[in-house]
């Protein structure tokens, strides 16, 4: 797993992240850490480097885990054109297309999901 170095922004993001369990509401995240963590989502992609698809794997489940759906189906959208064989961002999206309701989508990205493994 990826260690960060960006400061208490994104330690505090990490808590959070590692914190709120993926079938439990955003709501049990302190609105504090919240705050922090999206504010520090963006810092976090700048100081990282630009063409690391882990990098925007992460930053999509951070913003899945903060209840920004489509902001997470960006990054990983931004990581799969990085690095197209990377089954987790496939993973991440298909499960968070899932839960806007884009069944299609969503099979297909868990069927590509499998294939690159």
């Not at 590692?18 to 302190?30: E, G």
């Not at 630009?50 to 930053?59: F, G, L, S, T």
């Not at 931004?78 to 884009?102: C, M, V, W």
Request: hydrophobic letters at 40%; a positive charge; proline letters at 6%.
């Amino acid at each position: 797993m990826r260690k960060f170095t960006y400061g208490l922004p994104i330690a505090l993001l990490s808590a959070a992240v590692v914190v709120v369990h993926p079938h439990k509401a955003v709501a049990s995240i302190p609105p504090q850490v919240r705050a922090i963590a999206r504010s520090a989502v963006p810092e976090a992609i700048a100081s990282d480097v630009a063409n690391d698809a882990i990098a925007y794997y992460n930053r999509g489940l951070a913003r899945y885990k903060l209840g920004d759906k489509q902001g997470a189906i960006d990054n990983y959208n931004h990581g799969l054109n990085i690095n197209p064989n990377f089954p987790q961002a496939y993973k991440g999206r298909g499960l968070t297309r899932s839960e806007l309701r884009d069944n299609h989508g969503a099979i297909n990205d868990l069927s590509r999901g499998f294939e690159t493994r």
